[in-house]
């Protein structure tokens, strides 16, 4: 079925406005009804002036400069901050089991490409580490100073790497979900 032009639409903010730092500029944008300038929305977020620029371009058709170069809501955007108004509306304490039921079920969501990727790079890191680990008891070949210095580095590389994805397996960073849109388009 093909998506329809409201489907394309809720895409397209909900995607803009999938990252905190892009939320709060559009609600201080939103705060301001004559417009905000570049240096008040960088003292009010804390960010630096390349993370402003990225995320700033993140919410093109949302947010915009006009010939004052006062940044403002379009009206797609004032949609956005209007949703977004509506999601902290009336939460409370009996929302938290569903609220804490929805993360769960996001950090999770890895698609079995990504998660098959991770497990072939979990194998070859595992078996560097047990090679590089082999090489600092085995010392005959090149003399124990050279496969000691070789097993270390090794053992070290690959051990490094089989932490960051193992710790990086069960939360499913933004990273691997940027990653995972980038390789399946």
Known sequence: MAKTRE???EDAVIQAVGHYERRNIIKIIGAAPGGVTYTEILGETGLNTGHLNYHLRGLEGLVERDEARLYRLTPLGLKALRL????GEDIGNGDMPYIDTV???QSSLLSPLVR???????????FGTLGGLWLLGDWGLYGMTGRMIWGMVIALICGALLYSLLSNYRTAPDYFKRWEKRVLK
């Open 7 to 9: 489907d394309v639409v």
């Open 103 to 105: 993360l769960t079920a």
């Open 116 to 126: 098959g990727f991770m497990n072939v790079m979990i194998l070859v890191s595992l």
């Open 84 to 87: 977004l108004a509506a999601i």
